[in-house]
Structure formats: structure tokens, C-alpha cells
């Protein structure tokens, strides 16, 4: 339960420094256009991982 709750952290402030640094020049992408978007991806993605790595 702990990878899943550390796993999920690390995807959520990966995506919005991900959102922070990188962004989108034209605005028009549509994960990394705006924070929200660019951080729940991240937290979905950190989770996925969890998953993996805990088996």
C-alpha cells in the first residue's frame, strides 16, 4: 500500500516539474497544457509503476 501511496507522489510532482520545465510552446497539447492535466498523468503513471515494481 505504501509503494502505491509513494509511487503515486513521485508520478504527481514528476508530472507537474514535467508541466514546469518541459510544457507546451503553442498551448494546444493536451496533456501538458495545463498543470491539472500534466499531474493527475503523472500520479496515473506513478501508480502503474507501483503496480509493476510491487510484484
Known amino acids: 500500500m505504501t ?3 509513494i509511487g503515486g ?3 504527481l510532482a ?3 516539474l ?3 520545465l518541459v510544457g507546451c510552446a503553442t ?3 493536451p496533456i501538458t ?3 491539472l492535466s ?3 498523468y ?3 503513471m506513478g501508480l502503474l509503476v507501483a503496480g509493476i515494481v510491487s510484484k
Open 33 to 35: 497544457a495545463n498543470p
Open 9 to 11: 507522489l513521485i508520478g
Open 3 to 5: 509503494r502505491y501511496i
Open 27 to 29: 498551448g494546444t497539447c
Open 38 to 40: 500534466s499531474s493527475i
Open 18 to 20: 514535467y508541466y514546469r
Open 42 to 44: 503523472g500520479l496515473i
Open 14 to 16: 514528476a508530472g507537474y
